[in-house]
């Protein structure tokens, strides 16, 4: 097995030869064998790096999650009445509005029940008025009225029900929404309370996202809210945050927030695979690091800067990252250069060269093929 520092050494010295090769190209017309110029290069060349200069921005953290979308309104359409399934006006997938007639039922057992009531509503009618007639000659007592009055008004009440479900003969759309299943076909038999279609309402559609405790704290509602999905690539639609569950579940660590999409007649649909982006936070004008830049090996975050051709390591102090950027709350000040490429061969106080992205591409290529 090589020793450790003999790999690191050749590391070094493929990395430099590489950077002498491109900035070099062109400007040795000489017959230098390959051999010398590889010696020159390790006598000589410092370890070659890249660097990235820390920037001010503005730092806005997001919390992105996925969801599947639900109808906050939907419902299943039943018959009160039985009978047979006269008229089907919609089928599945057909937007209807409020009130609308979906289909028409047999009402001809309601009409005969609505009938019978009523016949039997006359009957008793006619008895209360007798019975008070006959209160006024004495010839009853006043507790015999009472209980005649008593059952004229329930056969009355009887009447009103039977004539109200004469009317739900009809099967109506109790909200606007489509029609998402249609269970019924013409001339079949249905049966009180049957299931006849389900409905929903495409225009108001909500997602339920569990968001991890940390993260409740920058949210609240009618916090806006990106929605995007799959099937729609470059869509963006607008939400917010309706609700935030009041309860950590204590196996996932998560509560409940419920998102609302705000815009009407958009292509989504129930059930479908969405996600979803909330902007927690927004800090103005933050000094930013590049995460690429970052050593996470020992206790504290630390970078590699570059003075006076020189690397010195340097702990630093975070706070939240986005887009592969970290915000920069101490430890370093705007406009220093840090590695970004190359520090985990880096030693404190190393003699280094600031190379471009072509020459740190080519050592790349060269490091990765290095065993």
Known sequence: ??????????RKLLLSIAIAIVLGAGLSACSQSAA???ASAEADAALAVETVQIKRGDMVRVFSGTATL???RAANLVSENGGEVLNIYVEEGDRVAAGQVLARIDGERARLALAQTTSIAKRLDHEAQRASLLLDK?????????????????Q??????????????E???PYAGVITRRHIKSGQWLSPNGLAFEIAD????????PVPEKELAGLRTGQPVAVTADAFRGGE?????????????????????????DEADTPLRPGQFVRIAIERERIADALLLPKSALMMGGRQPEVFTVAQGKAHRQPVVLGGEQDGWVQLLGGLAEGAHVVQLGQSQLSDGDAVTIVNRAATTIAREILRSTP
Do not use: C, W, Y
Request: hydrophobic share 55%; aromatic share 4%; net charge negative.
């Open 237 to 261: 639609f607008l939400g917010q945050v309706e609700r935030i569950g009041a309860i950590v579940d204590a196996a996932s660590g998560t509560a409940n927030v419920r998102i609302s999409i």
């Open 70 to 72: 639900a109808a906050e």
């Open 156 to 169: 009355r009440a009887a009447v009103a029900l039977a004539a109200l479900s004469l009317g739900k003969s």
């Open 138 to 154: 004495h010839m009853i007592a006043a507790d015999a009225v009472e209980r005649a009055g008593f059952e004229r008004d329930a």
């Open 202 to 209: 495409f225009d108001d559609l909500v997602a339920d996202v």
């Open 1 to 10: 097995m090589r020793p450790k520092s003999s790999i690191t050494d050749m």
């Open 171 to 173: 099967i109506r759309a």
């Open 36 to 38: 010398e110029s590889a």
